[in-house]
């Protein structure tokens, strides 16, 4: 009795092919681990020169386009945002202290 033409040994489809869709699998993940590692790259130098520090006193990033807008508008965005946070501060304890004020017939300043 032979056994090389029953369901035991039969080869299913992918089979036929099957090192050609592991050449393709592993193909596939190398290229894909290479691109994403050379744009994680690209994305961290971009960021580091133009948006992190936009001083000279790092000599990797002492380059002639290194003080760009984004860098600049950044640096001032970060500026403004401080203030306003001071000023809301104050505001939020004059508001507290109008309430502490009324609740308890008190008069601090």
């Avoid at 133009?50 to 807008?69: L, P, Q, V």
């Avoid at 109008?98 to 017939?105: I, P, R, T, V």
Wanted: aromatic share 12%.
């Amino acid at each position: 009795m032979s056994f090389s033409h029953n369901y035991l040994t039969r080869r299913f489809l992918l089979q036929n092919y099957r090192d050609y869709v592991a050449v393709t699998m592993i193909g596939t993940w190398a290229l894909g681990y290479t691109l994403r590692s050379y744009d994680d790259r690209t994305n961290s130098n971009y960021m580091a020169m133009r948006m992190i520090n936009d001083d000279e006193s790092d000599i990797t990033y002492r380059e002639a386009t290194n003080k760009t807008d984004a860098a600049v508008r950044r640096r001032h965005a970060l500026n403004y945002s401080e203030k306003i946070k001071k000023l809301r501060a104050e505001k939020e304890r004059e508001a507290a202290l109008d309430a502490f004020n009324y609740l308890y017939k008190k008069d601090l300043q």
